[in-house]
């Protein structure tokens, strides 16, 4: 009877267990691996604003998990429950979403985080979210949509809220989201006959004392004042209190007229996760220091659903991407001693560093402890994340943006994917109204 080992999603956490196990056990015959994910891409969270922000293309920053394994399954599909009890995991697919009871022997879950709106009404259905390749696809469309709605005369009364965007959370995410951003916009605007630069107003909203706190407060300072050079409005000790179709309310009591507010405030547990029936902490799977769920047997938790203990801080690993690849190679050596006979391995790792690009070829950096800012910073960063991004195609792509970029001004073109026949059926429509 084959082993069977089921990975729940493709991020950094699913994905890095799946290649670890694909180049060592997967390849016995008495070993069955598989790995579920709704996506069937890995994406390079790192990245993102550079999508959003029209720096480069939409699929260089995404590898295809097929072209990645060799003996490991992969399963195109959606997770919608997990039966402890059972052994089982119901997953649907298409066509027609029908279902699939997949068993399994070891259970790996790596589903990640979702995004906390907080319950703040209307936030959810309103706000712009940087988590997937979707969003920043979103995101760019958006602003080109709203360029494009400001360039006409008969905006002119809306100009205010359509070159308004708002990000909130002044952490990784939105600091960079918002640096590319204000590039993006303020730089497209040449390209708009009624535009100028000074109508694009981007504003910062962040709860704490300074942003980017993980970074410390000299870089964080540093960051913002780059930021405000360039236009960006920073109000730190803010928080979105309320949120409307066309502006936002802040703690402060100023108003802000906006149709984009982009939110990058805070991260939830997986519902799928919170909800299973082993020990959790505040809904992330705790986890021995051999990433096996506690008080579940069999199952193996990693990345930002699970709550890895460091002895040397007695808090918990932080959730980011060079954790998560780390601790996949641990827990897949783990499955194969647990199957095979042979110690496991815990998990022990300290932050490398982190980096933040803040656009106009400038970053801040907090690398081995010692600190970076400006050029060498924002260096730094493109130098380690190429080399981070998986595959050698993807990295020449991204490479060739990068190069190209120096010399043709960011891309204008939206990515509409409506169907030409529904596009011709409105302006039919149209037409028989008149
Ligand atoms: C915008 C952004 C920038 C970031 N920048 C950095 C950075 O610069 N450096 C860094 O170290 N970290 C960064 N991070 C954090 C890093 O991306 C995460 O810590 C890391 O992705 C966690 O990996 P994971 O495998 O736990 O989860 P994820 O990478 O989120 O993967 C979860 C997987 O589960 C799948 N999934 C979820 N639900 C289901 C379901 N119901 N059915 C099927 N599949 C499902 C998802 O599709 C996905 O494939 C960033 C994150 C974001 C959002």
């Known amino acids: 009877m084959k082993k069977r080992i089921l990975i729940l999603g493709s991020g950094f956490g699913g994905l890095y267990t799946a290649l670890e196990l694909d180049r060592t056990i997967a390849r016995d015959a008495d070993i069955e691996v598989t790995l579920v994910s709704r996506e069937n891409y890995i994406l390079f969270t790192p990245m993102l604003h550079e999508v959003a922000a029209s720096d480069i293309d939409l699929t260089h920053i ?56 907080f319950g703040l009404p209307g936030l959810e259905e309103t706000a712009f979210t940087m988590k997937s390749l979707g969003d920043a696809i979103r995101v760019r469309n958006h602003l080109i949509e709203s360029l494009e709605a400001a360039d006409f005369e008969c905006a002119a009364g809306q100009r205010d809220e359509l070159l308004c ?33 000074d ?5 910062l909203v962040h709860p704490g004392d300074v942003i980017l706190p993980e ?19 920073i109000r730190v000790k803010t928080r979105v209190k309320a949120v409307f179709e066309d502006s936002i309310e802040l703690s402060d009591g100023a108003r802000i007229q ?15 996760v919170g909800a299973l029936p082993c020990q959790t902490d505040r809904g992330r799977v705790s986890v021995d220091e051999y990433l096996q769920a506690i008080g579940a047997p069999g199952v193996w938790a990693l990345g930002d659903c699970a709550n890895v203990p460091d002895p ?104 509409q994917t409506h169907h030409s ?6 302006e039919q429509r149209m037409v028989a109204r008149d």
């Open 258 to 272: 906006t149709r984009t507010l982009i939110w990058t405030a805070g991260t939830a547990p997986h519902p799928l």
């Open 421 to 426: 026949q529904t596009v011709k059926s409105a």
């Open 62 to 117: 995404v590898n295809p998990i097929r072209k990645m394994l060799k003996r490991v399954n992969f399963f195109h599909a959606g997770v919608c429950s997990i039966d402890l009890q059972a052994k089982t995991v119901r997953v649907t697919h298409s066509p027609g979403d029908h279902p699939h009871d997949l068993p399994w022997d070891h259970l790996v879950l790596a589903l990640g985080c979702t995004t906390n709106f």
């Open 199 to 203: 109508q694009i107003r981007v504003v």
């Open 312 to 415: 040397a801080t007695g808090k918990p690993y932080p959730p980011t991407a060079q954790h998560a690849i780390r601790q996949g190679k641990v827990l897949a050596r783990n499955i194969a001693a647990s199957i095979r006979g042979g110690a496991m391995r815990p998990f022990r790792f300290r932050t490398l560093g982190l980096l933040a690009a803040i656009g106009r070829r400038s970053g801040v950096a907090n690398i081995l402890g010692f600190q970076f800012s400006g050029f060498i910073a924002w260096f730094l960063w493109r130098g380690i994340y190429l080399s981070k991004l998986p595959r050698v195609e993807k990295k020449a792509r991204v490479a060739l943006d990068w190069l190209l970029d120096l010399f043709f001004s960011k891309d204008l073109v939206q990515f």
């Open 215 to 233: 970074l410390g407060e000299r870089l964080g300072a540093y960051a913002q004042k780059k930021l405000a050079e360039r236009g960006v409005e």
């Open 165 to 197: 965007v708002v990000v909130a959370g002044g952490g990784f995410s939105g600091v960079e989201t918002i640096a590319g951003i204000n590039d993006f916009l303020r730089e497209s605007t040449r390209w708009y006959n009624h535009l100028t630069r």
